[in-house]
């Protein structure tokens, strides 16, 4: 058995045209379609103007990919404003600008192999196949399985004939938008028509877009996945989910089915909800490592490596900091809360010279910092009591001595100096039961 989240309960696209001609019109998207329309129109045409004017271009199509994806995920509501100006994303426009390109390509490959009979009958399935295209990089965010027409294909073959209704649709919305806009350069001045043509282009993108998104949700169990309505206003409080359970069953069903891409995605996107969600973060972990996916591990690894210590897992830190290491050479962690909670459990499985690695020049990276007493005195413990070394154990106590005077630990360094002197464990001082009287 599976979860089928909403998968039986969603309304047919068909009966919710006049949703998706409102949805341009909520505050968010209104306000990504008036900025990225015309805040150009105010610019000087100079080199800051056209590169403003190409970031908000940009910024504008990535919010139109974020709409597929969150209508995929259950969503009726738009992607806030701040999706369209924030975060990573961006790259979403030049992907697609490269599936342009291979698809012309092999149009063009197609005429040189077998003519233009071949040509046309490649630029036909291309034709038709653009709206799956868009919804398979929206999702998976890959060149390859968007240009991929066996991917394609078995896409449409899962929607069936919805999908040529869909794309009939589609035809409409063009013709429409279209139409629109010539009337509004042919019928008013250019100082108007040319923003009310860029905001009525943007308005029916948006359209098109999250009707590409929904036809995705209602035909989510075809395509193996699970999503609920997400939206408070959209649900039926009789049919309120374990949201936990459904994510991971979701999760476990794309794991066995290998959609590997997509189980990275979706935790990605849960994290940005929940960041601190342990749960989450092992099962990032455990994917990251089991794909040796090095370049996620080192974008992720302050949130990895932070939870790894909270676990006392000093076999983690030390596999993550050796992949971290090799993937750049001379690496350092910039955090030294972060840097002082892997020293810990390293330090207490024995692991003295990764300790000494990982706080080496604390003092100089991070002056001043409130965690240079114990991060010192942490070293101090690792060169006396792993490695023998009371001489250099000391200097570094009587570094805190002289530098932290202020901190609680200092109290206790001459204690500390004196179990050096020894030759003894450095553990502190003794615990006293002593009343005053």
């Known amino acids: 058995m599976r979860y089928l989240g ?141 240009v991929n027409p066996m991917n394609l294909a078995v896409l449409i073959s899962r929607i069936g004939w919805p999908y040529f209704l869909l794309y009939g649709y589609v035809i409409l919305l063009t013709l429409a938008s279209g139409a629109a806009q010539e009337f509004a350069l042919n019928h008013f001045a250019p100082w108007l028509a040319q923003p009310l043509a860029g905001f009525l282009n943007s308005t029916f993108t948006l359209i098109l877009f999250h009707m590409l998104g929904y036809l995705l949700f209602q035909y989510q169990e075809e395509l193996g996945f699970a999503s609920d309505l997400q939206d408070a206003d959209e649900q039926d409080s009789g049919h309120q989910r374990d949201r ?7 999760l476990d069903m794309n794991l066995k089915d290998g959609n590997y891409d997509r189980v990275l995605s979706m935790l990605k996107d849960s994290l940005k909800r929940d960041p601190h969600n342990s749960h989450r973060i092992s099962q990032l972990y455990l994917l990251l490592k089991a794909r040796h996916d090095t370049a996620e591990l080192c ?12 676990r006392n897992d000093s076999d983690g830190i030390k596999e993550l900091l050796r992949i971290l290491e090799q993937a750049e050479p001379g690496f350092r962690l910039d955090d030294p809360e972060l840097s002082l909670a892997c020293a810990q459990p390293l330090y207490r499985q024995g692991e003295y010279k990764a300790v000494l690695r990982l706080l080496q020049d604390f003092h100089k990276r991070f002056p001043d910092c409130e965690q240079l007493a114990p991060a010192y005195l942490l070293v101090a413990q690792a060169l006396a009591n792993g490695l023998g070394l009371w001489d250099k154990a000391t200097a570094f106590l ?40």
């Open 398 to 437: 009587s570094f805190i001595e002289k530098k932290c005077p202020q901190h609680p630990l200092h109290g206790q360094i001459a204690a500390y100096k004196e179990q050096a002197s020894r030759r003894e464990p450095l553990k502190g001082p003794r615990a006293t039961f002593a009343v005053d009287g």
């Open 299 to 310: 974008r992720f690894h302050p949130r990895l490596l932070s939870w790894l210590a909270s």
């Open 6 to 146: 909403a998968a039986t309960e969603v309304v047919p696209f068909w009966n919710r045209l006049s949703a998706f001609f409102r949805y341009p019109f909520h505050v968010d998207p209104l306000m990504v379609i008036a900025i990225c329309t015309f805040v150009p129109m105010l610019l000087s045409a100079n080199l800051i103007g056209v590169l403003v004017t190409v970031l908000l271009v940009l910024a504008l199509f990535k919010y139109t990919y974020a709409v597929i994806r969150h209508t995929a995920d259950g969503h009726m509501k738009p992607p806030p404003l701040a999706t369209a100006f924030s975060g990573d994303g961006f790259g979403i426009v030049i992907l697609q600008l490269v599936v342009f390109v291979l698809m012309g390509g092999l149009v063009f490959s197609a005429g040189l192999v077998g003519g233009p009979y071949l040509a046309l009958l490649v630029l036909a399935f291309a034709v038709l196949a653009l709206p799956a295209s868009i919804m398979v990089l929206a999702m998976e965010h890959s060149v390859m399985a968007a």
């Open 244 to 250: 936990s359970g459904r994510f991971d069953a979701d």
